[in-house]
C-alpha cells in the first residue's frame, strides 16, 4: 500500500514518548504461510472500519492510527480511528467500541487498553454481526475475538534473552557468572507474560546453572511487573534494586522487555554511579530515543516491529471479510485466550543491535539517518 510506506516515513520523526506495551502465548509457524479460519458472508465496499487504539503515549500507537487512517481510505473504506484517553480508564475505550458497533462498523480492529475488560462490548458485537480483530494484543476470556494480528512476541521474548547474553559476553568484561535483574510489562497487558516467558526459555537454564545470578532473587513475573509500563515505575523499582542488592557488587544486565523501560533503567544506573558501558540493557520498539542510546553505546539492543508491515496485514485481513473470502491466518493452534484459540497472523521480528543497525533500519530513513550521523 503505497499511502501506508508513505505515512510510515512521514511518521516516522515523531518523537519517543512512552510506552504503553505492544503486544496470549506460544509461538508460530513460519510467518510466510498461510491459511484460512472460514470466509464470511462480506459486506459493502465503502463500509464503515473501526479502530480502537489505546492511546498516543507511544509513538508507535500513532503511527499506527495515521497509517490506519489513509490506508483504510486508500482501500475504499470509512475509516473511525479513536484513542482512549492517556488517563488509562478502559471504560472510555468501551464507550468508544460500543459507538462503532451502533454506527454500524462492520469490523472492529482493537488495540485494548486492557484486554481482559472487553467481554461486554464483543459479545454486543458478536449479536450484531461484527468481527473483531485483536491488534497487536490478544483479547483475553471471550469467544468474540475472530482473528489476532501481531508480530510474533514469543519469539520477541527470546530475542531478548539472547541478546542480553550476547551483551554480557561482550560488555561485562569478565567471564561468568553475571549479576543481572528482570523487568515484565504491564500486568494488564497479556503480551507482558509472552514477552516474559519467550525470554526466560532462554534464560532460565543459565540462571539454574549457574550462568546468571539474579541477585534480589526476584524472578517471578508478579515480581518484575511494571505496572502501566510507565518510566517512572521501572525507574523506581530499579533505584531500590540496586539500592538493596548493589552497592558493592556490579550489576552486569537487566532484561528490559520494551525501550521506554530500558531508558529509565539506564537512567537509574547511571544516577547510582554505576559503568554503562559495561552494562547490557534489552529493549523493543525502535524508539527514537532508543535507537540514539543504541548508537552511542548505551543500550544494547532494541527490537524492530515496522508498524507499517502489520497494518498493512490488517487491512488486507480487512479486505477479505469484506470479500467474504478465507483470511489468512498462520497459527490457528498457539494463541488461546482463556476461552478459545484464537487464530493469529504473526509477522517476525528482528533484533537490533549496533552492529546491524543500518541494516535493519534501511527501510527508515529516519532511523537510519540517526544510524549513519553516529558511524
Partial sequence: MKKIALAAAALATVTAL???????????????????????AGFAADSTIGVALPDKTSENW??????????????????????????NTVAEQQNQISAMITNGAKVIVIGAKD?????????????AGVKIIAYDRLIENTPNVDYYVAFDN??????????????LAKRSGHAAPWNV???SGSPDDA?????????????????????????????????????????????????????????????DGVLSPNDTLARAIITSVKQAGKDISTFTVTGQDSEVESVKSIMAGEQY?????????LVEQ???????????????????????NGVKVVPAYLLKPVIVTKENAAEAYANNPTLLDIVKAAQ
Fill in 18 to 40: 512512552a510506552l504503553t506495551g505492544c503486544s496470549g502465548s506460544g509461538r508460530t509457524a513460519d510467518p510466510s504461510a498461510s491459511g484460512d479460519a472460514g470466509a464470511s
Fill in 62 to 87: 500513532v503511527l499506527a492510527g495515521k497509517l490506519f487512517e489513509d490506508g483504510l481510505k486508500e482501500a475504499g473504506f470509512k475509516g473511525d480511528v479513536q484513542y482512549a484517553p492517556a488517563s
Fill in 115 to 127: 484486554g481482559k475488560q472487553l467481554g461486554t462490548q464483543l459479545q454486543q458485537a458478536a449479536d
Fill in 154 to 167: 514469543f519469539k520477541v521474548g527470546e530475542l531478548q534473552g539472547q541478546a542480553l547474553l550476547d551483551g
Fill in 181 to 183: 535483574e528482570l523487568f
Fill in 191 to 251: 503480551n507482558s507474560a509472552v514477552f516474559f516467558d519467550g525470554a526466560m526459555k532462554v534464560l532460565q537454564p543459565k540462571i539454574d546453572d549457574g550462568t546468571l545470578k539474579v541477585v534480589s532473587g526476584q524472578t517471578a513475573i508478579a515480581q518484575t511487573a511494571t505496572q502501566g509500563w510507565k518510566a517512572e515505575n521501572a525507574q523506581s523499582r530499579m533505584d531500590s534494586l540496586l539500592a538493596a542488592n548493589y552497592t558493592s557488587a556490579t550489576i
Fill in 301 to 309: 539492543s532494541t527490537i524492530n516491529k515496522d508498524t507499517s508491515l
Fill in 314 to 336: 490488517t487491512i488486507k485481513m480487512i479486505g477479505q471479510l469484506q470479500k467474504g473470502e478465507d483470511v489468512d491466518v498462520n497459527d490457528t493452534e498457539q494463541y488461546n
